[in-house]
């Protein structure tokens, strides 16, 4: 007889599906952006920039939620390349503000026109899933934020 998964391990399940689901985008990810010498992590930050506009690395860090060194070394790199600028930042002197090039922008906009033909595929076979899909992971994130954020104690945890 078959027997339902306790919602604690159901969840499990999901999240571990979740883990395989990123580890498979980022190797994806790796895989279309290879050749313009991209990383993922580079990707990721250069997109922020391009849909956010100018950010300094701590504000990128806590946006995506990687400690700034990271973000910093990061931001070194997609420099060495001329994907972004840095410039004067008037709110603080010493923290200057990351910017994508125009190099860049043309950069991302070809790794997007190379995840969109993938899309397209993806789509033909799971588009009808998708927008529910969305919807699911945004509602598991924020429930995710609101009891593993900053307010996690030990009490909720062994309550």
Excluded: W
Aim: with cysteine.
């Amino acid at each position: 007889m078959f027997e339902m998964p306790s919602d604690r391990d159901a969840l499990r399940q999901a999240i571990d599906e979740i883990r395989a689901c990123f580890a498979d985008l980022r190797a994806v990810s790796d895989t279309l952006t290879r050749h313009r010498r991209v990383t993922t992590a580079m990707r990721a930050v250069l997109e922020y920039l391009c849909r956010a506009g100018p950010a300094t690395v701590p504000q990128i860090a806590r946006e995506k939620r990687h400690k700034r060194q990271s973000i910093q070394e990061i931001v070194n790199a997609l420099q060495a390349q001329g994907l972004i600028a840095l410039r004067h930042n008037p709110a603080h002197s010493r923290s200057r503000l990351v910017a994508a090039s125009a190099h860049g922008r043309e950069v991302f906009a070809a790794i997007l026109e190379k995840e969109d033909a993938l899309l397209e595929l993806l789509a033909a076979d799971c588009g009808d899933i998708a927008a529910p899909l969305a919807a699911m992971l945004r509602s598991f994130r924020a429930t995710l934020r609101k009891h593993a954020g900053a307010e996690l104690t030990e009490e909720k945890m062994n309550g």
